[in-house]
């Protein structure tokens, strides 16, 4: 028995722990493992893949990034905007299904977010043994509590927070972090609210920046001359619009700018210095933390375990601490997003941090 497994989309740490998990529980079971490079488009003729035997995977737990690459363009980009889906063209699909057949894959795990998953549920529906394994920093995808590398992004905010505190402190100055999560607020509110954040500003949750002014004006007069600003990327501006950068090639819109907007209008609402940082790709890179580890190891041993069970077109997707799986048609073209009402909202309510509404 051959399987074979790629990674598609943004790359987020703990990749390589599936890829880990997956060798580690494929080999048990006497199966051979291939790799594909560089996301789906590893599987275009002539193939570009290596077998990846249990000394390959050696240490790569601990590692950030991908040994197989991965690529969030190219010819099976699936999305093309918020909500826009693209089919991948039938020509491409058949040339990929021809190296699937040559290399005699019985079962193909795709470890992606929502694009690459709904890429993955095409290819299910045109007779591919498909299993999905849930990746994004971001945590947007719906049918699992949480995907991996979240946890690990997550961390890095708490870290910049808590440098950037004492630089607030020291200069009596507003900060405000950008942070990645696309059109979802997870990463800025569990990374702010972890790193004690005064202010978390959410694409969930319009804001007025007059009351966040005020908010802030309040803290100074209660001796408090330091405020620690989260702004999720994908938050709206005051005109509802979104700050971006470009559109990539794969037609999504690439966003970033919000940071810098607010701090200026910060600055000019309070009259206090204001400086802004763009956490970036940082929350991307790097070793994963030990949460991410264990999901990702998990995740790859639930996928081996779908594919010996041949119950292909499903999702592994975390419960509770328990690894289960869904139909991969329950986790794509939908955000599972921030409730503006739930649990954790209020709890962040709760502890004084303001989210501007
Ligand atoms: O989806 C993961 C993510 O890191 C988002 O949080 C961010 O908006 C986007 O990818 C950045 O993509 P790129 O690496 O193409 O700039």
């Known amino acids: 028995m051959r399987i074979g497994i790629l990674n598609s989309g943004g790359d987020c740490p703990g990749l390589n722990a599936v890829i880990h998990g997956v060798v580690g529980a494929a080999s048990q079971l006497g199966w051979e493992v291939i790799g594909f490079k560089d996301g789906f488009e590893g599987l275009l003729p002539p193939g570009d893949y290596k077998v990846l035997r249990t000394q390959d995977t050696l240490g790569i737990l601990k590692l950030g990034g991908t040994i197989l690459g991965t690529t969030n363009k190219g010819h099976f980009a699936a999305k093309l905007g918020k909500g826009d889906i693209a089919e991948v063209p039938g020509d491409i699909v058949s040339k990929a299904k021809r190296t699937m057949e040559q290399l005699e894959i019985r079962a193909l795990i795709i470890v992606g977010g929502d694009g690459s998953l709904t890429t993955g549920l095409q290819l299910y529906r045109e007779g591919w043994p498909v299993i999905g394994v849930p990746k994004t920093i971001d945590n947007d995808l719906m049918a699992t509590a949480m995907t ?53 500003l959410l694409p969930e949750i319009p804001f007025d920046t007059e009351k966040v002014a005020d908010f802030i004006r309040q803290r100074d007069a209660q001796g408090h ?133």
């Not at 950008?178 to 004690?196: F, P």
């Open 225 to 357: 001359h330091s405020t620690l600003v989260v702004v999720a990327e994908g938050a709206h501006l005051p005109d509802g619009e979104l700050a971006t950068i470009a559109e990539n090639s794969g037609g999504e819109v690439r966003l970033g700018g919000i940071g810098e907007i607010i701090a200026r209008r910060l600055e000019e609402l309070t009259g206090k210095e204001t400086r802004s940082c763009t956490l970036g790709h940082l929350q991307r890179g790097g070793a994963p933390t030990a949460l991410d580890r264990i999901l990702g190891t998990r995740f790859g041993v639930m996928a081996v375990k779908l594919a010996e069970e041949g119950r292909f077109g499903r999702m592994v997707s975390y419960q509770a601490y328990h690894v289960d799986s869904v139909p991969i048609e329950e986790a794509v073209n939908k955000l599972r997003l921030v409730e503006p009402e739930g649990e954790m909202v209020k709890a962040a309510k709760a502890v004084g941090i303001c989210l501007g509404d």
């Open 148 to 200: 991996f590398g979240f946890d690990s992004a997550v961390s890095t905010v708490v870290d910049a927070l808590d440098r950037l505190h004492t630089t607030a402190e020291s200069h009596k100055r507003i900060m405000v972090l950008e942070v990645m999560g696309r059109h979802a607020g997870w990463i800025a509110l569990w990374g702010g609210i972890a790193g004690g954040a005064d202010v978390i």
